[in-house]
């Protein structure tokens, strides 16, 4: 396979493109070259006549488009299409010819080529090759956008699946449409997905934190507090639970993420603690009213 299978090498402006015109007529080649460069003047185009060249200038894969007649001694311009997708499956590739008909066009396209342009009607190539290079950058940029993304939410998927913390996203009626592995303490992240979260929560909260959900949907703004869920087996946990919103691309809040942490160790210790300290202070009260 060639070093170079998409665009990204390929220079900014296109004035510096470099075809790979695949032409046995001299005559052609060099009018055809005329016409490009009356719009794009210092473009860059290597003409091939022989398959052999052309098959090298392939395994290199250095230009960012083909123009190619359909009609050529050696082999046909089919042939010389399917050898383009298999080195260069991403480069365009335009048949500029006289003698293809609509119905070997329509198989051309079908078989992967972005255009075609006949001979008695050139003035058209300047565009097509410039419609031709930005259609595949778009495509290029597409693919990385979603490269990206995928990128990024396998990087979510690691976070989220290999952290402590309980991890939710809600729909904008408080029911669950994703839980993280430490959820597992209410149950299968399979069998909460759709299950409303406030169900979890001590009566005595729930209200208070429905309403802190309900504040978040409607201003889109993020909410701080503790409260207490009750386990399946009745046993009841202190959390620190964050909110915040999920937009779409119009800004609008789309559902709820809630990140909560465990501190039922943590309050348990300081409510010891306080309890330490007020006996203390009831014992050093003794001791002064019996002095």
């Avoid at 300047?126 to 031709?132: E, H, Q």
């Avoid at 495509?139 to 690691?158: F, G, I, M, N, P």
């Avoid at 409303?196 to 993020?222: K, M, N, W």
Wanted: hydrophobic share 35%.
């Amino acid at each position: 396979m060639s070093p170079r299978q998409g665009l990204s090498a390929c220079p900014t402006n296109l004035l510096q493109m470099h075809v790979l015109h695949l032409e046995d007529s001299p005559r052609d080649a060099e009018l055809i070259s005329e016409l490009i460069r009356a719009d794009l003047p210092e473009i860059r185009i290597t003409r091939v006549d022989k398959r052999r060249d052309y098959e090298a200038a392939l395994q290199r894969c250095d230009f960012d488009l083909i123009v190619s007649d359909f009609v050529l001694p050696e082999f046909t311009g089919l042939a010389a299409l399917d050898l383009a997708r298999h080195h260069c499956p991403k480069i365009p590739f335009i048949f500029l010819s006289g003698h293809i008909g609509e119905e070997r066009a329509v198989e051309a396209l079908r078989s992967g080529a972005t255009d075609y342009i006949l001979k008695d009607r050139p003035a058209r190539l300047p565009n097509a090759v410039k419609n031709a290079i930005n259609q595949a950058r778009a495509e290029e940029q597409r693919v990385r956008t979603e490269e990206a993304l995928r990128e990024s939410k396998e990087r979510y998927r690691q976070i989220t699946e290999n952290v402590a913390d309980l991890i939710a996203v809600l729909d904008l009626d408080g029911r669950r449409v994703y839980t993280n592995p430490a959820y597992r303490i209410l149950g299968t992240p399979e069998s909460l997905i759709g299950t409303d979260t406030f169900a979890s929560i001590h009566p005595a909260d729930r209200e208070r934190i429905r309403g802190l959900f309900q504040d978040t949907v409607r201003t889109g703004r993020g909410n701080r507090a503790e409260f207490q869920v009750v386990l399946p087996d009745g046993s009841i946990r202190h959390v620190d639970s964050q909110s915040g919103a999920i937009r779409d691309a119009a800004g609008n809040v789309t559902n709820v993420l809630v990140i909560s942490r465990d501190i039922t160790e943590k309050k348990q210790a300081s409510e010891a603690r306080e309890r330490q300290h007020a006996f203390l202070r009831r014992v050093i009260d003794l001791d002064r009213n019996y002095i």
